[in-house]
C-alpha cells in the first residue's frame, strides 16, 4: 500500500505522471497520459495548459515514467496509438527534447511507472526503472542496454544519490526507505519524515534531497544535516522535480496546476493554472 492523500489535481492535461527541469534552458517538461509538454520557468504571467499549444511534435505517447539526465531525456509507458501498436514503450530515449525518441531496451515488455538515473563516473549511466507488472526495481549499470531485477517494493516514488554511487531512496506506506546495493535491499530511513515524494539533485561530490509528506509539507535534507521542514504545497502532489544551480529550483503539480519554488516550498509562483 502507498499512502493515502487527498484528490488529485485537475488538468487539462490529463493525469500528471512526471515532471523535469532542463537545468541548460531553465524549461519545465510535463509528462502525462497525452503526451510531453514544455514551459518555460522564466518570470511571466501563469499560462493556461491549452496555451501550450499541444504535446510535443504532435506524439500523445502516454508517458508514465519520465526523467532528465543532462541534454538527455528517458521515458517509459506506453507509444502514440498512431505511432505503434506495441502494449509498452520498454525504456526509450531523446535528445532533442521530446521531439523524437530512440527505442532502448525493453520494448513491449516493460512498463517503467517511475524511473530514475545516476552516475557513479563519467561515462557510467546507472538506470532505476520501478516495473509496475511485479512491484520490482530493474536496475541498469550500462545505460539501459542490460538490466537485472533488484528488490520488490511497493512504493510511490524514487530519487537516487547523486554523490553516493548505488544508493536509492523509495517512499513506502511504511516509511523513506534507502538501499545502498543498487536497489537489492532496502531498510528504513529512521530519522525521515513520511514522504510521498522525493528528488534528488546536485552533483558527485554533494547531494542534496527534497520531498512531499503525505500532509503536504516540503522537506530538505543535504549531506549528513538532518531533515528540515521547509515550506507546504496545496492539495495533492502527483509529481515533483529538484534542480541545483546558481538557484535551486522546485517544480511541482498540484493542486494550483504546475508550480515552481526557488525556496524549497515557502512561496511558489504558478507556471500553468489547473
Not at 545505460?143 to 523509495?170: H, K, Q, V
Not at 521542514?229 to 546558481?246: K, N, P
Request: net charge negative; glycine share 12%.
Amino acid at each position: 500500500m502507498v499512502p493515502t492523500v487527498s484528490s488529485p489535481p485537475a488538468s487539462t492535461f490529463g493525469h500528471i505522471h512526471g515532471v523535469g527541469i532542463d537545468e541548460g534552458s531553465g524549461a519545465v517538461y510535463i509528462a502525462t497520459h497525452e503526451g510531453l509538454f514544455s514551459v518555460s520557468s522564466s518570470l511571466g504571467p501563469p499560462r493556461d495548459s491549452a496555451s501550450l499549444g499541444g504535446p510535443i511534435a504532435g506524439l500523445r505517447q502516454d508517458n508514465m515514467g519520465f526523467v532528465i539526465d543532462g541534454e538527455r531525456m528517458y521515458a517509459s509507458g506506453h507509444p502514440d496509438p498512431t505511432v505503434s501498436s506495441e502494449a509498452s514503450l520498454g525504456l526509450v530515449t531523446s535528445t532533442d527534447q521530446g521531439k523524437r525518441w530512440r527505442s532502448v531496451s525493453l520494448k513491449g515488455t516493460a512498463d517503467f511507472h517511475d524511473l530514475e538515473v545516476s552516475r557513479s563516473s563519467p561515462g557510467a549511466t546507472t538506470i532505476y526503472g520501478f516495473d509496475s507488472a511485479d512491484s520490482v526495481i530493474r536496475v541498469s549499470r550500462d545505460g539501459g542496454s542490460t538490466w537485472t531485477s533488484g528488490a520488490a517494493l511497493e512504493m510511490r516514488d524514487m530519487a537516487a544519490d547523486r554523490a553516493l554511487a548505488g544508493t536509492i531512496y523509495a517512499t513506502t506506506s511504511a516509511g523513506l526507505k534507502v538501499s545502498h546495493d543498487y536497489a537489492a535491499s532496502f531498510e528504513i530511513s529512521p530519522d525521515a519524515p513520511a514522504l510521498y515524494l522525493i528528488a534528488s539533485a546536485g552533483s558527485n561530490s554533494q547531494s542534496q534531497l527534497v520531498g512531499i509528506d503525505v500532509g503536504g509539507v516540503v522537506w530538505k535534507k543535504s549531506a549528513d544535516t538532518p531533515w528540515q521542514s521547509t515550506g507546504s504545497v496545496t492539495g495533492r502532489a502527483d509529481a515533483l522535480a529538484f534542480s541545483v544551480g546558481a538557484t535551486p529550483v522546485l517544480v511541482v503539480a498540484d493542486q494550483r496546476g504546475i508550480v515552481a519554488s526557488s525556496d524549497f516550498g515557502a512561496t511558489w509562483r504558478i507556471l500553468v493554472k489547473s
